[in-house]
Protein backbone atom coordinates (compact mmCIF):
# COMPACT_ATOMS: atom_id res chain seq x y z
CA UNK A 1 0.00 0.00 0.00
CA UNK A 2 1.30 3.21 -0.80
CA UNK A 3 2.01 6.34 1.63
CA UNK A 4 -1.12 8.33 0.02
CA UNK A 5 -3.34 5.24 0.56
CA UNK A 6 -2.08 4.86 3.94
CA UNK A 7 -2.24 8.55 5.73
CA UNK A 8 -4.66 11.83 4.41
CA UNK A 9 -3.49 15.26 5.19
CA UNK A 10 -6.03 17.45 7.06
CA UNK A 11 -5.71 20.97 6.77
CA UNK A 12 -5.97 23.50 9.75
CA UNK A 13 -6.99 26.93 10.58
CA UNK A 14 -3.74 29.46 9.79
CA UNK A 15 -2.34 27.54 6.79
CA UNK A 16 -1.49 24.53 9.48
CA UNK A 17 -0.81 21.10 8.03
CA UNK A 18 -1.50 17.60 9.87
CA UNK A 19 -0.61 13.93 7.74
CA UNK A 20 -2.74 10.98 10.07
CA UNK A 21 -2.22 7.58 9.13
CA UNK A 22 -5.82 6.56 7.83
CA UNK A 23 -5.73 2.73 10.32
CA UNK A 24 -4.85 5.47 13.18
CA UNK A 25 -8.05 7.60 12.49
CA UNK A 26 -10.30 4.70 12.66
CA UNK A 27 -8.85 2.82 15.30
CA UNK A 28 -9.14 6.25 17.12
CA UNK A 29 -12.32 7.51 16.31
CA UNK A 30 -13.39 3.62 17.35
CA UNK A 31 -12.07 3.55 20.52
CA UNK A 32 -14.10 6.81 21.27
CA UNK A 33 -16.72 5.48 19.98
CA UNK A 34 -16.23 2.50 22.68
CA UNK A 35 -15.39 4.93 25.39
CA UNK A 36 -19.05 6.62 25.10
CA UNK A 37 -20.75 3.42 24.81
CA UNK A 38 -18.73 2.14 28.09
CA UNK A 39 -19.75 5.53 29.33
CA UNK A 40 -23.11 5.61 28.81
CA UNK A 41 -23.42 1.93 30.39
CA UNK A 42 -21.12 2.66 33.67
CA UNK A 43 -23.86 6.12 34.34
CA UNK A 44 -26.74 3.78 34.00
CA UNK A 45 -24.98 0.85 36.26
CA UNK A 46 -25.48 0.69 40.27
CA UNK A 47 -28.19 -0.19 42.08
CA UNK A 48 -30.51 2.00 40.65
CA UNK A 49 -30.03 1.05 37.38
CA UNK A 50 -31.21 3.03 34.29
CA UNK A 51 -31.28 2.13 30.80
CA UNK A 52 -29.13 3.40 28.24
CA UNK A 53 -31.58 5.48 26.31
CA UNK A 54 -32.49 7.25 29.57
CA UNK A 55 -28.63 8.09 30.17
CA UNK A 56 -28.53 9.83 27.21
CA UNK A 57 -32.00 11.57 27.78
CA UNK A 58 -31.24 13.22 30.84
CA UNK A 59 -27.60 13.50 30.00
CA UNK A 60 -29.53 16.03 27.38
CA UNK A 61 -31.81 17.60 29.64
CA UNK A 62 -35.16 15.56 28.95
CA UNK A 63 -35.11 13.26 31.98
CA UNK A 64 -37.17 12.70 35.03
CA UNK A 65 -35.93 14.71 38.79
CA UNK A 66 -34.81 11.02 40.36
CA UNK A 67 -32.75 10.60 36.84
CA UNK A 68 -31.53 13.72 36.68
CA UNK A 69 -30.06 13.07 40.10
CA UNK A 70 -28.71 10.29 40.01
CA UNK A 71 -27.21 10.94 36.47
CA UNK A 72 -25.97 13.97 36.52
CA UNK A 73 -25.05 14.51 40.55
CA UNK A 74 -23.48 11.09 41.70
CA UNK A 75 -22.94 9.26 38.71
CA UNK A 76 -21.19 11.40 35.75
CA UNK A 77 -18.48 12.81 38.00
CA UNK A 78 -17.17 9.26 38.89
CA UNK A 79 -17.62 8.45 35.07
CA UNK A 80 -15.49 11.66 34.27
CA UNK A 81 -12.89 10.85 36.37
CA UNK A 82 -12.07 7.40 34.90
CA UNK A 83 -12.64 9.18 31.72
CA UNK A 84 -9.81 11.24 32.05
CA UNK A 85 -7.45 9.32 34.59
CA UNK A 86 -7.99 6.57 32.09
CA UNK A 87 -6.61 8.74 29.53
CA UNK A 88 -3.46 10.96 31.64
CA UNK A 89 -2.47 7.35 32.24
CA UNK A 90 -2.38 6.37 28.61
CA UNK A 91 -1.05 9.38 27.09
CA UNK A 92 1.47 9.27 29.95
CA UNK A 93 2.75 5.85 29.18
CA UNK A 94 3.34 6.41 26.01
CA UNK A 95 5.28 9.18 26.75
CA UNK A 96 7.43 7.44 29.18
CA UNK A 97 7.90 4.14 26.83
CA UNK A 98 9.05 6.44 23.90
CA UNK A 99 11.25 8.23 25.65
CA UNK A 100 12.74 5.15 27.10
CA UNK A 101 12.45 3.45 24.15
CA UNK A 102 11.22 0.21 26.21
CA UNK A 103 7.74 -1.38 26.56
CA UNK A 104 8.89 -2.03 30.13
CA UNK A 105 9.08 2.29 31.01
CA UNK A 106 5.99 2.85 32.18
CA UNK A 107 5.03 4.99 35.61
CA UNK A 108 4.14 1.84 37.25
CA UNK A 109 7.32 0.53 36.80
CA UNK A 110 9.35 3.37 37.33
CA UNK A 111 7.72 4.18 40.57
CA UNK A 112 6.37 7.50 39.94
CA UNK A 113 3.10 5.73 41.35
CA UNK A 114 4.25 4.50 44.59
CA UNK A 115 5.95 7.84 44.73
CA UNK A 116 2.49 9.73 44.95
CA UNK A 117 1.95 7.00 47.51
CA UNK A 118 4.23 7.76 49.83
CA UNK A 119 3.26 11.71 49.60
CA UNK A 120 -0.39 10.01 50.16
CA UNK A 121 0.04 8.15 53.21
CA UNK A 122 2.40 10.86 54.89
CA UNK A 123 -0.80 13.21 54.88
CA UNK A 124 -3.28 10.16 55.79
CA UNK A 125 -0.57 8.74 58.73
CA UNK A 126 1.40 11.64 60.24
CA UNK A 127 -1.37 14.63 59.55
CA UNK A 128 -4.70 13.35 59.04
CA UNK A 129 -5.22 15.12 56.91
CA UNK A 130 -8.73 15.59 54.31
CA UNK A 131 -9.11 14.48 50.75
CA UNK A 132 -7.70 17.58 49.28
CA UNK A 133 -4.41 17.49 51.31
CA UNK A 134 -4.29 14.08 50.26
CA UNK A 135 -4.16 14.91 46.87
CA UNK A 136 -1.88 17.60 47.86
CA UNK A 137 0.68 15.09 49.12
CA UNK A 138 0.01 12.50 46.22
CA UNK A 139 0.95 15.32 43.44
CA UNK A 140 3.83 16.73 45.38
CA UNK A 141 5.49 12.68 46.32
CA UNK A 142 5.16 11.99 42.81
CA UNK A 143 6.59 14.85 41.64
CA UNK A 144 9.48 14.10 44.10
CA UNK A 145 10.03 11.18 42.53
CA UNK A 146 10.01 12.16 38.68
CA UNK A 147 13.09 14.54 39.68
CA UNK A 148 15.23 12.11 41.67
CA UNK A 149 14.34 9.46 38.68
CA UNK A 150 15.26 11.72 36.37
CA UNK A 151 18.45 13.22 38.55
CA UNK A 152 19.65 9.90 38.77
CA UNK A 153 19.46 8.33 35.48
CA UNK A 154 21.00 11.70 34.13
CA UNK A 155 24.59 11.16 33.16
CA UNK A 156 25.62 13.01 29.36
CA UNK A 157 21.92 12.39 28.82
CA UNK A 158 19.15 9.80 29.27
CA UNK A 159 19.61 6.36 28.03
CA UNK A 160 16.39 4.14 28.12
CA UNK A 161 17.35 0.65 30.07
CA UNK A 162 19.48 3.04 32.61
CA UNK A 163 16.11 5.07 33.46
CA UNK A 164 14.57 1.13 33.95
CA UNK A 165 16.44 0.40 35.98
CA UNK A 166 16.79 3.54 38.81
CA UNK A 167 13.07 3.34 38.60
CA UNK A 168 12.71 -0.02 39.67
CA UNK A 169 15.25 0.53 42.69
CA UNK A 170 13.42 3.69 43.38
CA UNK A 171 10.43 1.56 43.21
CA UNK A 172 11.70 -0.95 45.99
CA UNK A 173 12.62 1.53 48.54
CA UNK A 174 9.18 3.47 48.14
CA UNK A 175 7.31 -0.20 48.73
CA UNK A 176 9.77 -0.11 51.35
CA UNK A 177 8.44 3.39 52.70
CA UNK A 178 4.68 2.51 52.31
CA UNK A 179 5.16 -0.76 54.55
CA UNK A 180 7.07 1.26 57.06
CA UNK A 181 4.48 3.98 57.04
CA UNK A 182 1.64 1.56 57.08
CA UNK A 183 3.21 -0.45 60.27
CA UNK A 184 3.37 2.83 62.11
CA UNK A 185 -0.58 3.89 61.49
CA UNK A 186 -3.30 3.65 64.05
CA UNK A 187 -6.14 1.49 62.47
CA UNK A 188 -8.44 3.89 61.15
CA UNK A 189 -5.58 5.36 59.08
CA UNK A 190 -4.47 1.97 58.12
CA UNK A 191 -7.49 1.17 56.50
CA UNK A 192 -8.15 4.39 55.24
CA UNK A 193 -4.51 3.70 53.43
CA UNK A 194 -5.29 0.54 52.20
CA UNK A 195 -8.92 2.24 50.58
CA UNK A 196 -6.89 4.59 48.82
CA UNK A 197 -3.56 2.29 48.19
CA UNK A 198 -5.93 -0.01 45.98
CA UNK A 199 -7.07 2.60 43.44
CA UNK A 200 -10.70 3.36 43.67
CA UNK A 201 -13.16 5.40 42.16
CA UNK A 202 -15.92 5.71 44.39
CA UNK A 203 -17.00 8.24 45.73
CA UNK A 204 -15.63 10.79 43.31
CA UNK A 205 -17.53 13.98 42.46
CA UNK A 206 -17.11 17.46 40.53
CA UNK A 207 -14.17 18.42 42.96
CA UNK A 208 -11.74 15.94 41.65
CA UNK A 209 -12.93 16.11 37.51
CA UNK A 210 -12.57 20.07 37.43
CA UNK A 211 -8.35 20.39 38.35
CA UNK A 212 -7.83 17.01 36.47
CA UNK A 213 -9.84 18.24 33.53
CA UNK A 214 -8.05 21.67 33.35
CA UNK A 215 -4.54 19.80 34.09
CA UNK A 216 -5.34 17.25 31.16
CA UNK A 217 -6.87 20.67 28.59
CA UNK A 218 -3.11 22.45 29.33
CA UNK A 219 -0.34 19.48 28.64
CA UNK A 220 -2.16 16.85 26.34
CA UNK A 221 -1.94 19.82 23.63
CA UNK A 222 1.80 20.34 24.87
CA UNK A 223 2.82 16.77 24.76
CA UNK A 224 0.86 16.23 21.13
CA UNK A 225 2.79 19.11 19.79
CA UNK A 226 5.51 17.14 20.84
CA UNK A 227 4.53 13.94 18.88
CA UNK A 228 6.88 14.59 16.03
CA UNK A 229 9.91 15.46 18.12
CA UNK A 230 9.24 12.52 19.91
CA UNK A 231 8.88 10.27 17.21
CA UNK A 232 12.10 11.36 15.88
CA UNK A 233 13.96 10.77 19.36
CA UNK A 234 12.59 7.14 19.17
CA UNK A 235 15.37 6.65 16.24
CA UNK A 236 18.37 7.60 18.91
CA UNK A 237 19.59 10.66 20.08
CA UNK A 238 22.19 11.12 17.36
CA UNK A 239 19.73 10.67 14.65
CA UNK A 240 17.06 13.22 16.72
CA UNK A 241 20.04 16.01 16.53
CA UNK A 242 20.48 15.21 13.00
CA UNK A 243 17.11 16.13 12.38
CA UNK A 244 17.15 19.75 14.68
CA UNK A 245 15.16 18.22 17.70
CA UNK A 246 16.45 19.77 21.03
CA UNK A 247 16.56 16.15 22.46
CA UNK A 248 17.17 16.87 26.01
CA UNK A 249 15.05 19.84 26.76
CA UNK A 250 12.10 17.97 24.57
CA UNK A 251 12.87 15.03 26.84
CA UNK A 252 12.71 17.22 29.90
CA UNK A 253 9.81 18.89 29.02
CA UNK A 254 7.65 15.50 27.81
CA UNK A 255 8.66 14.19 30.99
CA UNK A 256 7.33 16.46 33.08
CA UNK A 257 4.28 16.72 31.76
CA UNK A 258 3.77 13.14 31.89
CA UNK A 259 4.58 13.16 35.08
CA UNK A 260 2.06 15.63 36.15
CA UNK A 261 -0.66 13.68 34.04
CA UNK A 262 0.35 10.48 36.38
CA UNK A 263 0.77 11.95 39.77
CA UNK A 264 -2.92 13.60 38.98
CA UNK A 265 -4.45 10.91 38.37
CA UNK A 266 -2.91 9.24 41.08
CA UNK A 267 -4.16 12.56 43.45
CA UNK A 268 -8.05 11.95 41.71
CA UNK A 269 -7.87 8.12 41.87
CA UNK A 270 -5.50 6.07 43.60
CA UNK A 271 -2.47 4.39 41.95
CA UNK A 272 -4.16 2.34 39.03
CA UNK A 273 -1.85 0.03 38.24
CA UNK A 274 -1.10 -1.10 34.71
CA UNK A 275 -3.35 1.14 32.56
CA UNK A 276 -0.12 3.29 31.63
CA UNK A 277 1.73 -0.20 30.90
CA UNK A 278 -0.56 -1.58 28.64
CA UNK A 279 -2.34 1.23 27.02
CA UNK A 280 0.41 2.38 24.57
CA UNK A 281 1.32 -1.24 23.88
CA UNK A 282 -2.59 -2.43 22.79
CA UNK A 283 -2.90 1.15 20.94
CA UNK A 284 0.36 0.86 18.73
CA UNK A 285 -0.80 -3.26 18.01
CA UNK A 286 -4.33 -1.82 16.65
CA UNK A 287 -2.87 1.12 15.01
CA UNK A 288 -0.10 -0.85 13.54
CA UNK A 289 1.89 2.27 13.62
CA UNK A 290 5.28 3.78 14.35
CA UNK A 291 5.63 6.21 17.03
CA UNK A 292 4.04 7.13 20.25
CA UNK A 293 0.50 7.02 19.34
CA UNK A 294 -0.62 9.40 21.88
CA UNK A 295 -3.81 10.27 20.94
CA UNK A 296 -4.73 6.28 20.65
CA UNK A 297 -2.95 5.22 23.64
CA UNK A 298 -4.56 8.29 25.37
CA UNK A 299 -8.06 6.80 24.22
CA UNK A 300 -6.89 2.85 25.13
CA UNK A 301 -6.31 4.02 28.83
CA UNK A 302 -9.64 5.48 28.86
CA UNK A 303 -11.66 2.85 27.38
CA UNK A 304 -9.75 0.24 29.54
CA UNK A 305 -10.38 2.33 32.99
CA UNK A 306 -14.21 2.09 31.98
CA UNK A 307 -14.20 -1.12 31.24
CA UNK A 308 -12.76 -2.28 34.42
CA UNK A 309 -14.81 -0.21 36.38
CA UNK A 310 -18.13 -1.35 34.83
CA UNK A 311 -16.93 -4.91 34.75
CA UNK A 312 -16.22 -4.88 38.47
CA UNK A 313 -19.83 -3.05 38.74
CA UNK A 314 -21.26 -5.93 36.89
CA UNK A 315 -19.94 -8.71 38.80
CA UNK A 316 -19.94 -7.70 42.66
CA UNK A 317 -21.93 -4.68 42.72
CA UNK A 318 -21.45 -0.93 43.29
CA UNK A 319 -18.35 -0.11 45.27
CA UNK A 320 -17.94 -3.81 46.29
CA UNK A 321 -14.37 -4.44 44.36
CA UNK A 322 -11.83 -1.54 44.12
CA UNK A 323 -11.23 -0.64 40.23
CA UNK A 324 -7.75 -1.26 40.83
CA UNK A 325 -7.96 -4.94 41.71
CA UNK A 326 -9.56 -5.70 37.98
CA UNK A 327 -7.00 -3.47 36.47
CA UNK A 328 -3.86 -5.49 38.53
CA UNK A 329 -5.31 -8.74 37.86
CA UNK A 330 -5.60 -7.68 33.87
CA UNK A 331 -2.46 -5.95 33.72
CA UNK A 332 -0.30 -8.87 35.60
CA UNK A 333 -1.46 -11.52 33.31
CA UNK A 334 -0.87 -8.81 30.12
CA UNK A 335 2.89 -7.87 31.54
CA UNK A 336 3.74 -11.56 32.01
CA UNK A 337 2.26 -12.42 28.74
CA UNK A 338 4.56 -8.76 27.30
CA UNK A 339 8.08 -10.61 29.23
CA UNK A 340 7.82 -13.52 27.69
CA UNK A 341 7.03 -11.90 24.17
CA UNK A 342 9.73 -9.86 24.61
CA UNK A 343 11.91 -12.71 25.66
CA UNK A 344 11.05 -14.56 22.33
CA UNK A 345 11.75 -11.94 20.61
CA UNK A 346 15.57 -11.40 22.38
CA UNK A 347 15.03 -8.01 23.49
CA UNK A 348 15.42 -8.83 27.25
Same mark, same amino acid.
Not at 47 to 67: E, S, Y
Not at 78 to 92: K, N, Q, T, Y
Given at each position: MTETARTRRLKLPGGISLRVERRALLVGALLAAVALALAVLLIGTGDFPIAPWDVVQTLLGNGTPAHDFIVNDLRLPRVLVALLVGAALGMAGSVFQSVSRNPLGSPDLLGFGYGSAVGALVVIILFQGGATEVAVGALLGGLLTGAAVYLLAYK???????????????? &?????????????????? *?????? @?????????? @??????? /???????? #????? !???????? =????? %? &???????? =????? /???? +??? /????????? +?? #??????????????????????????? *???? %???????? @??? !??????? !?????? $??????? $????????? =??? +????
Amino acid at each position: MTETARTRRLKLPGGISLRVERRALLVGALLAAVALALAVLLIGTGDFPIAPWDVVQTLLGNGTPAHDFIVNDLRLPRVLVALLVGAALGMAGSVFQSVSRNPLGSPDLLGFGYGSAVGALVVIILFQGGATEVAVGALLGGLLTGAAVYLLAYKRGIQGYRLVLVGIGAS &AMLIAAIQYLLTKAQVVD *ATRAMV @WLTGSLAGRD @WAQVWPL /LALCAVLF #PLILG !QGRALRMM =EMGDD %A &AYALGVPV =ERTRL /LLML +AAT /LLTTAASAA +AG #PISFVALAAPQLARRLTRSPGGNLLTA *ALMG %AVLLLASD @WAS !QRAFGAD !QLPVGV $VTGLVGG $VYLLWLLVT =ERK +AGRI
